[in-house]
């Protein structure tokens, strides 16, 4: 879900015989689904995470981690609903590890890749496989969207329920992630 950051820095191939790492980077991932009343979102720019590329731009590893408190909608009774069934008491991250390296597919300054790798939420460890694009931007770093739908049942979430059940949040939902990594954060290592 989250972590594509990686993804798109392709800058690798501008350095020879050298890895290139980002351990930075600007991002804000939503979370969209259904409930009985209304359509809802939750959103988060509080991730963290680092990638690794070889000199031939194959990503090789990529690991993202998002704090579940610092997912937000806007309304404290659902937040603190969502941090519940999250249990985030216990499991206060959510991880996305790359399981299989990647190489992305450039094209002037178009940058496709797909990703796969284990997310776990709530202690639970799902693979999946999602595909993102993304763009140089104008000050020579990337932007990264793409989306990938889920089921809360999935990582053993019960869909959050308030006013004695009479409001239901449904099982599925779409994680859109928009994830921009700044030229000054991309390091590279010898």
Do not use: C
């Amino acid at each position: 879900m989250l972590l594509a950051a990686g993804i798109i820095l392709t800058t690798a191939g501008n350095v020879n015989a050298q890895s290139t790492k980002a351990n930075t980077f600007s991002s804000k991932i939503t979370i969209m689904g259904t409930s009985t009343i209304h359509d809802w979102e939750s959103k988060t720019e509080q991730i963290t995470g680092e990638f690794e590329m070889n000199n031939t731009s194959e990503i090789q590893s990529l690991t993202v981690k998002i704090p579940v408190v610092s997912i937000k909608s806007g309304d404290r009774l659902m937040d603190k609903k969502t941090y519940e069934a999250f249990k985030s008491d216990k499991f206060p991250v959510i991880t996305f590890l790359l399981s299989e390296p990647a190489t992305p597919v450039v094209t002037n300054s178009d940058v496709h890749v797909t990703l796969t790798g284990n997310l776990i939420v709530s202690g639970v460890t799902k693979k999946i496989t999602f595909k993102s694009t993304g763009k140089k931007t104008s000050a020579g770093g990337y932007q990264l969207t793409g989306s990938v739908p889920l089921k809360m049942t999935d990582f053993k979430i019960k869909p959050p329920t308030a006013l004695f059940g009479t409001i239901r949040s449904g099982d599925a939902i779409t994680i859109k992630l928009d994830i921009i990594v700044l030229p000054q954060n991309l390091v590279v290592n010898n």
